[in-house]
């Protein structure tokens, strides 16, 4: 059932997709208190003016939606059609500057927009190597795996295993992409600040610079109002990190923080970043102001 629906809605153009996911954004926000509370309690941290954590969270509502129903379009189509989504190019000569040094390229960016484009543009081009977290759900772990693997996208699963493939293809100077604000797994991460609270951060990306000298880069897929396709956006990220993971996670969130401040609504105020994993002490009522 669950395959019939995703093919269907993969036919339908972007337009109406995001039409229907913005209304589908405010009809989840509107039935469910718990995802209400849950959007202000993280948009408060950053915007903690009550007037303007409410601007914020209600422009992000739709956008939400939005996120929910372009799935099926970008995966359920080819990857040229889902690049030629992408219709603005902004900063394409950092990636071609990044390959000139041979090392790889690491490619970050939060919970924001569209960042299922972003993977796809690039892979029109070269090879990249995506890091997932497997789903729990059997269908939808197909649909990933069969949606997210195709021609020059290979796929890395947050395992120890899938770290190793994300070493081995930037030491062919290749690219790799990552949800640096992800939650990572028990003993994978570290506590560092996120707009001034503590949040377990991963700290794989510094660890694969450390080891290969890559070029970090920001992506983002920004998302154009009316369905009309996205912005990519690529800036060079940190040069350097600190060989210290707590304070090369602050590191990384701070650019992090920097992208989100500037699309909030197209940041996902709902995703649980402030969590602790399971197994892992909870530390993050805790604040920061040192790093």
């Excluded at 229907?20 to 003016?49: C, Q």
């Excluded at 990857?79 to 500057?97: F, L, N, Q």
């Excluded at 772990?141 to 021609?151: L, P, V």
């Amino acid at each position: 059932m669950i395959r019939l629906l995703f093919y269907f809605l993969s036919r339908w153009p972007l337009w109406a997709l995001h039409a229907f996911g913005s209304a589908l954004g405010w009809a989840i926000y509107t039935l469910s208190p718990s995802y209400r509370r849950k959007m202000f309690a993280h948009a408060s941290v950053a915007y903690p003016d009550p007037a303007q954590c409410k601007r914020v969270v209600h422009s992000s509502v739709g956008q939400a939606g939005k996120a929910i129903l372009e799935l099926p379009f970008l995966w359920g189509r080819t990857t040229a059609e889902g690049a030629a989504s992408c219709t603005d190019y902004i900063g394409w000569e950092v990636i071609e500057a990044a390959q000139r040094t041979g090392k790889g390229i690491i490619f970050l960016t939060p919970h924001l927009g569209s960042f299922e484009s972003t993977a796809q543009v690039f892979s029109a081009r070269a090879p990249i190597t995506v890091l997932y977290r497997p789903n729990r759900n059997a269908q939808l772990q197909q649909i990933i795996e069969a949606s997210r693997k195709r021609e020059n996208v290979a796929i890395a699963p947050t395992t120890l295993a899938g770290v190793k493939v994300l070493l081995k293809a930037l030491r062919r100077g290749e690219a790799v992409g990552m949800l640096p604000d992800q939650v990572p797994n028990y003993q994978e991460g570290v506590w560092a600040p996120m707009f001034g609270k503590m949040a377990y951060t991963m700290t794989l990306p510094a660890s694969l610079f450390h080891a290969t000298g890559a070029t970090i880069i920001l992506a983002l897929g920004i998302r154009k109002p009316w369905g009309r396709g996205f912005t990519l956006i690529l800036e060079k990220g940190p040069e350097s990190l600190s060989k210290e993971p707590h304070l090369a996670a602050a590191e990384i969130n701070r650019a992090m923080e920097s992208l989100i401040m500037r699309y909030p609504s197209q940041y996902y105020w709902g995703y649980e970043r402030y969590k602790a994993p399971k197994g892992q002490p909870d530390n993050h009522n805790q604040t920061e102001t040192v790093l």
